[in-house]
Nanobody, 116 residues
Framework: QVQLVESGGGLVQPGGSLRLSCAAS????????MGWHRQAPGKQRELVAV???????NYTDSVKGRFTISRDIGKNTVYLQMIGLKPEDTAVYYC??????????WGQGTQVTVSS
């Protein structure tokens, strides 16, 4: 069974930065893609960023130019570097991994709060 362990969330002021980490229990090449989603209370879960097995990245419009998804193959880890954080970025951030099976895998989520 695949496990995804997230870390790096916390409380930051507007304009601040955070780096989220998602460590997988298996090679990240096991997956067709991995991504970060976020969900604020009362709102729908939103795809934030994704990286494919081949390294192609995509971002939702609201974070383009501010967030960067990257990976460390040797550490089986995917990162989300977030700069210029805004209050509207406040949410629980979830790591997700998808292979060939119908269902993918989710991390436990990590809270990101952007507030003065």
């Amino acid at each position: 069974q695949v496990q995804l362990v997230e870390s790096g969330g916390g409380l930051v002021q507007p304009g601040g930065s955070l780096r989220l980490s998602c460590a997988a229990s298996t090679s990240i090449f096991s997956f067709n893609y991995m991504g970060w989603h976020r969900q604020a209370p009362g709102k729908q879960r939103e795809l934030v960023a994704v990286v494919s097995r081949g390294g192609t990245t995509n971002y939702t419009d609201s974070v383009k130019g501010r967030f960067t998804i990257s990976r460390d193959i040797g550490k089986n880890t995917v990162y989300l570097q977030m700069i210029g954080l805004k209050p509207e970025d406040t949410a629980v951030y979830y790591c997700y991994a998808k292979g060939w099976a119908p269902d993918g895998y989710w991390g436990q989520g990590t809270q990101v709060t952007v507030s003065s």
